[in-house]
């Protein structure tokens, strides 16, 4: 890892628009004058991906997590039918191979993790503790692609690590399993971001997208057969409305991002934290722990003033903008 205390120079990667991976869409892309309409689909994609925690928390743990994570990638696979024509076109190198099997792989680890901390821990906490994604990348970034961190970015990781301290509270509260989980749930999804920054210099980024569903949905298939719980038909139908919620809401995060700038579309992510913390104590009589709201508003704060900073300096970030479920 290189510190520097000056500007750095521009790292330009390219942005990958994706439907059930973490979103590498530029965040930093001009957009149109739009402030309105870019934080109306922010909004939008808010209330989508808090419609998925909330579906994956009613789901409940009949179904395990492993067999509930396959059968929503399963049946996601219905949104690859538009994709078949440029896979068919397609010439993927050895190494491309390699590296969709690897992400997948990995992919697989933070999806069933996710699944299983949604049986475990309140949905404000997933929420909050799903922020760290983007801290993790914006280190991976540095130990393992290069990318020099100026002291301000260093400054914001310890303020987003704080932050996950507050929620977690070690030595005041107990550390349940699904606390755990969501914190390499949160390793496992920006490490796939990483392998995924790898794989887009080399191929289209729609087949970056489809291949992530399909070896995911491969590497699933044995752990949720090890463990196979036969669905009824209400499982199945709250499972493809998950595929449903989340694939729309990386749709709209998309139409975000191309309406306006990350600086105006950025804070509204706030209101997922707010939306989860409701939602938990409205619906599933989830008490409201106020250090768990300032600690992923810390998070939140750091990850926002990275991006920012970024936005500032024109540069393409590293750290994706996007905080939504990656699932």
């Known amino acids: 890892m290189q510190i520097m205390t000056s500007s750095p120079k521009d790292y330009p990667t390219q942005a990958v628009p994706v439907q059930n991976a973490p979103s590498t869409v530029d965040p930093t892309m001009p957009g149109a004058s739009q402030p309105l309409k870019g934080v109306f689909w922010m909004l939008v ?5 808090v419609a998925v925690t909330a579906l994956v928390k009613y789901l409940g743990d009949r179904i395990p997590p492993a067999e509930s994570a396959f059968l929503r990638y399963l049946l996601g696979l219905v949104f690859l039918v538009p994709m078949m024509g440029t896979l068919r076109r397609t010439r993927i190198t050895r190494r491309l191979w390699g590296l969709f099997a690897l992400r997948g792989f990995v992919h697989t680890a933070g999806v069933t993790l996710w699944f299983f901390a949604m049986t ?5 906490e997933v929420t909050a503790m799903n922020y760290l994604s983007p801290i993790y990348v914006s280190i991976g970034a540095a130990l393992f692609l290069g990318e020099r961190m100026a002291l301000r970015r260093v400054g914001a990781i310890l303020v987003a690590l704080a932050g996950a301290l507050i929620i977690l509270r070690p030595g005041f509260r107990e550390i349940d399993a699904g606390h755990i989980a969501m914190l390499f749930t949160a390793l496992a ?8 920054k790898s794989t887009v210099d080399g191929t289209n980024p729609v087949v970056v997208v489809a291949m992530l569903s399909i070896w995911v949905t491969v590497f699933l298939a044995p752990l949720a057969g090890a463990v196979w719980v036969t669905p009824n038909l209400w499982e199945l139908a709250v499972l493809f409305a998950v595929a ?21 579309t950025q804070p509204v992510t706030f209101l997922q934290l707010l939306w989860a913390t409701l939602l938990g104590a409205l619906v599933f009589a989830e008490p409201v722990d ?17 991006t920012w900073r970024e936005a500032v300096l024109k540069r393409r970030a590293v750290t994706p903008a996007s905080l939504a479920t990656k699932v």
């Open 244 to 264: 449903c919620f989340a694939t729309a809401g990386h749709y709209t995060m998309t139409l975000a991002f191309a309406s306006a700038p990350v600086t105006v």
């Open 189 to 196: 999804f920006g490490a796939s971001y990483l392998l995924a």
């Open 120 to 124: 475990q821990i309140p949905l404000a």
């Open 290 to 306: 106020i250090w768990v709201v300032a600690g992923g508003c810390l998070i939140l704060a750091a990850v926002s003033f990275i």
């Open 45 to 49: 994609t808010g209330f989508c991906f």
